[in-house]
């Protein structure tokens, strides 16, 4: 009967010593998720900061602003306005049929051949 009670006893402080683990950790946990969660709220408080910031910084009165006051640039006005002479640029489709023609007649020799 000793033995029965020593092994009782023990069992008993063994469970009752999980218990005390288990609801330790436990509340660990639950800390850490509010911590989460309250980390999530301020970053969402944030995002929604920088959205109106971007749009704020983004409006073309600000930037035309900014463009006179911080780098001193001026409207572009039609006597102030300079045209380079002598360069010309192709047509955007007389590259590809350029290229095209010129795959064309390589491969026409060889087939001749």
Partial sequence: MNRLTFFLLAALVFCALSLVGAQHQARTLFVALERAQAEEKQLD???????????????????????????????????????????????????????????????APEASK
């Fill in 45 to 107: 408080i944030d995002w929604s900061r920088l959205q109106y910031q971007q749009s704020a910084l983004g409006k073309s009165a600000r930037i035309a602003d900014a463009a006179r006051t911080q780098l001193k640039m001026a409207p572009v006005m039609p006597g102030k306005t300079q045209y380079l002479a002598g360069v010309a640029l192709p047509a955007p489709g007389s590259v590809a049929n350029t290229a095209a023609g010129s795959a064309a007649s390589a491969a």
